[in-house]
C-alpha cells in the first residue's frame, strides 16, 4: 500500500514535468529576428510600443512556465491589496467569489433539506412535486440570470440566487431519495418504542439518510463553484470569475492562467472538505 | 402450566384474527384463536407463508388485522407501544450507533426524564446481562451475528416490556451459536419473569424454551390449529432435554404435525378453536397420541 502511494506519488511528479516541459517547449522564443526599419522603430515608439518588444516577436504571445511562477510569487505577495474597482488582489477576489457561493448555497441548505424530507417521507408530495422539480432541474442556473437581474435589481445578489438556484437541486433529490430509502426496520423500531416523530427525524432519519444527503451537498457544491465564474463573468464587478474576465479584456493570459490554476485548487480543497465531512457520517451496515 | 388455572384475565387474547391482503382471493391467516398468560413463553411455530410474521406484527402494532381483536392487558391493540418489547428477525440495530447508543436510545425513549447517569446504569445493566459489557462501545459492525443478536435481546429488555415479542430471533445463527444464545434467553427469562411470545421454526428451540407450543397449519387461510402443552420439566437444559422420556414424544407430536398434517389443514380446514394436546403425558402405547384433552374457548 505504501509503495504504491509512494509510486503514483513518482508517477503524478512525472507527468507534471512533462506536462510543464511540453508548454515550455511550445513557448519557447523562436531565433528568428526580424528586422525592422528604422521608420518601423519610429512608428512603434508613436504608438507607445517598445521597439525592444518587437525585436522579440519571435516569442509566442502564450506566457511561458516561468512566466506564470512570476505572477504566482507576485499576486501572492500581496493577495489583499485593493487599487480600486478593476485591480484588486486574488485575495480578495476569492472572498467575493466564496462568499457569494457560502450565501447561496447555505439558502439551497436550508430549503433543500427539509423540502427534501417532505418529499421523501410523503409519496403524495413526490409525486406533487416531482413534475416541477423534473422541468427546473436541468435549466442551465445561467438562464435564470436575467429574471433575476430584473427582479431582484442588485447583481451580487443575482449572483448568490444562481448559486441557490443550481445547489438546490443535488441536495433536495438526494435528501429525498435517503429519506425514502431509510431501512424499515429501523423506522419500526422507533415505532415500537413511541419515538415522537421530531426525535424520529433527528435521530433516526437524518443520521441514516446523512451519507446519501452529504452526497448531494458534495455534488452541489461542486456545481456551485463551477457556476460562480461563469455567473461572475457575467455579472461583473467582483469575484474570481470577473478576475478572469478583466485579465482577459487587459490580455494578461498570465493572469488568467493564475486564476485559472486557483479556481481549480480552491474548488479541490472544497471538494475534499466535503469528503471528510461524508467520511464522518458513513456507517457499515 | 396452562392458562385455564389462571383466574386472571390472560396478559394478551387473540380473538378470531385475519389477514387478507388486498386482491388475494383468500387470507393469509383466518379466525386465530390463541393467548398468552403474564410470565409464560409461548413459541408459534408454521412453516413459512402461514402468516406468523404478519401475526406477530400485528401484536406489535406494527401493522394492522383485516379482522378479530386482540386484546393486551384487555385493551385492543391499536399501535405500535413500549409495553411490547420487539426483538426483530434481523436484529434492526441502528448501524451509526455504538451497543451503548443502541440501548440508549430505547431506555431514554421508555423514561424520557432521566438523567444520564441513570440511563447509563440502566444500559451497562442489561449489556451485562446479555454478557457483552466488553463490546459496550462497538459499533454493530464490529459485532458477530450472535453479539448482534444479543444487543437487541439486550434492547428489548432494556425497556422492561409487559410482554416481549421476538421474531425468529436466531434464524441467521448458526447452530453453536445459537444454542448458547438460547440457554441465556432462557436464563433472562427465568430470572426477570418475562412474557415471551416467539416465532420459530426449530422444534428443538420450541420444546427448550416455551411453555406452550402453538402449532399453525399451512396457509392460505391458515390457522393455530393445536396448542402443544410443554411438560418436559422447568428446570430442562439444552443438554439434558432428549434425555427425558417425554421429549421423544412431544417432538415426534410437533414434527408429525409439521409434516403431515399442516399442509392438509390449510384452507381453513383447522378447527376454529385450538385443541390443546399434553403428548409428554400420554403413554408409548396409547395409539392416538393428538387425542384432544380439552377444547379450550375465549
Same mark, same amino acid.
Given at each position: ?8 506519488? $513518482? ?41 525592444? #518588444?518587437?525585436?522579440?516577436? *519571435? ?8 512566466? %506564470? *511562477? ?12 485593493d +487599487? *480600486?474597482? +478593476? ?15 457560502? %450565501?447561496?448555497?447555505?439558502a ?9 424530507? /417532505? $418529499? ?18 436541468p ?9 433575476? /437581474? ?9 449572483? $448568490? ?10 441536495? %433536495? ?16 423500531? #422507533? ?57 482577459? +479584456? +487587459? ?18 480543497? /472544497?471538494? %475534499?472538505?466535503? #469528503?471528510?465531512?461524508?467520511? #464522518? ?5 | ?7 386472571m ?5 387473540? @380473538? ?15 379466525? =386465530? ?17 402461514? &402468516? ?6 400485528v ?25 411490547? &418489547?420487539?426483538?426483530? @428477525?434481523?436484529h ?10 443502541n ?9 424520557? &426524564? ?7 446504569? @440502566? =444500559? ?6 446479555? &454478557? ?62 418475562q ?14 424454551l416455551?411453555d ?33 422420556? @417425554?421429549y421423544?414424544?412431544i ?16 384452507h ?6 385450538p ?10 402405547d ?13
Amino acid at each position: 500500500m505504501g509503495s504504491l502511494r509512494l509510486k503514483s506519488a $513518482i508517477l503524478s511528479l512525472l507527468i507534471a514535468f512533462l506536462l510543464v516541459g511540453a508548454w515550455a517547449l511550445a513557448t519557447q522564443a523562436t531565433s528568428t529576428k526580424v528586422a525592422i526599419s528604422a521608420e518601423q522603430a519610429e512608428y512603434a515608439k508613436l504608438m507607445g510600443k517598445d521597439p525592444e #518588444a518587437a525585436e522579440q516577436a *519571435g516569442k509566442s504571445g502564450f506566457p511561458t512556465p516561468a512566466d %506564470l *511562477g512570476r505572477t504566482v510569487v507576485r499576486q501572492l505577495a500581496h493577495p489583499f491589496y485593493d +487599487n *480600486g474597482p +478593476n485591480d484588486k488582489g486574488i485575495g480578495i477576489q476569492l472572498g467575493y467569489s466564496l462568499a457569494r457561493v457560502g %450565501l447561496g448555497y447555505l439558502a439551497a441548505l436550508l430549503i433543500a433539506i427539509p423540502l427534501g424530507f /417532505l $418529499i421523501g417521507m410523503s409519496p403524495l408530495v413526490h409525486r406533487a412535486l416531482d413534475p416541477f422539480i423534473q422541468v427546473l432541474k436541468p435549466i442551465s442556473p445561467l438562464a435564470w440570470m436575467p429574471i433575476a /437581474l430584473y427582479t431582484i435589481k442588485d447583481s451580487s445578489a443575482s449572483g $448568490i440566487f444562481v448559486i441557490f438556484i443550481c445547489s438546490v437541486w443535488p441536495m %433536495l433529490i438526494n435528501t429525498a431519495f435517503g429519506v425514502a430509502s431509510v431501512r424499515r426496520e429501523w423506522l419500526d423500531v #422507533a415505532r415500537t418504542l413511541e419515538v415522537p416523530a421530531l426525535r424520529r427525524a433527528f435521530e433516526v432519519i437524518l443520521p441514516a439518510a446523512a451519507p446519501t444527503i452529504l452526497t448531494g451537498m458534495r455534488i452541489s457544491m461542486g456545481i456551485a463553484w463551477l457556476v460562480i465564474v461563469a455567473a461572475e463573468m457575467l455579472v461583473g464587478g467582483t469575484g474570481i470569475g470577473y478576475f478572469v474576465w478583466n485579465e482577459w +479584456n +487587459n490580455l494578461s493570459l498570465t493572469n488568467v492562467l493564475f486564476a485559472i490554476l486557483v479556481i481549480g485548487l480552491v474548488g479541490m480543497a /472544497l471538494d %475534499l472538505s466535503f #469528503a471528510r465531512l461524508q467520511r #464522518a457520517v458513513t456507517y457499515v451496515g | 402450566m396452562s392458562a385455564d388455572d389462571v383466574v386472571m384475565p390472560p396478559l394478551l387474547a387473540v @380473538q378470531g384474527l385475519t389477514k387478507r391482503f388486498d386482491g388475494a382471493p383468500e387470507a393469509v391467516f383466518e379466525d =386465530v384463536w390463541f393467548d398468552v398468560a403474564k410470565g409464560e413463553f409461548v413459541c408459534l411455530i408454521g412453516h413459512s407463508g402461514c &402468516g406468523k410474521t404478519s401475526i406477530l406484527n400485528v401484536l406489535a402494532g406494527l401493522d394492522s388485522a383485516s379482522g378479530g381483536h386482540v386484546l393486551f392487558d384487555a385493551r385492543e391493540i391499536a399501535a405500535p407501544g413500549l409495553e411490547r &418489547g420487539v426483538v426483530f @428477525q434481523g436484529h434492526a440495530l441502528l448501524p451509526w450507533l455504538s451497543v451503548r447508543g443502541n440501548i440508549a436510545f430505547a431506555v431514554r425513549s421508555r423514561w424520557p &426524564g432521566w438523567k444520564r447517569a441513570e440511563v447509563d446504569a @440502566q =444500559v451497562e445493566k442489561y449489556v451485562a446481562l446479555v &454478557g457483552l459489557s466488553g463490546a459496550i462501545d462497538r459499533k454493530p459492525s464490529e459485532l458477530s451475528g450472535g453479539m448482534k443478536q444479543r444487543v437487541g435481546i439486550a434492547r428489548a429488555f432494556a425497556i422492561e416490556p409487559k410482554m416481549l415479542l421476538m421474531d425468529e430471533p436466531f434464524g441467521a445463527l448458526d447452530a453453536l451459536t445459537r444454542g448458547t444464545i438460547q440457554d441465556e434467553l432462557k436464563r433472562i427469562v427465568r430470572e426477570t419473569h418475562q412474557t415471551v411470545f416467539m416465532i420459530t421454526h426449530d422444534v428443538d428451540e420450541a420444546m427448550l424454551l416455551a411453555d406452550r407450543v402453538l402449532l399453525m397449519s399451512n396457509g392460505p387461510r391458515a390457522r393455530v390449529a393445536e396448542i402443544v402443552v410443554n411438560s418436559l420439566p422447568v428446570d430442562r437444559t439444552r443438554h439434558g432435554l432428549h434425555h427425558d422420556p @417425554q421429549y421423544y414424544r412431544i417432538r415426534n407430536h410437533l414434527v408429525d404435525f409439521l409434516v403431515e398434517k399442516s399442509a392438509g389443514l390449510a384452507h381453513g380446514k383447522a378447527p376454529s378453536r385450538p385443541l390443546v394436546v399434553t403428548p409428554g403425558l400420554v403413554p408409548d402405547d396409547a395409539t392416538d397420541s393428538v387425542a384432544p384433552l380439552a377444547r379450550r374457548s375465549a
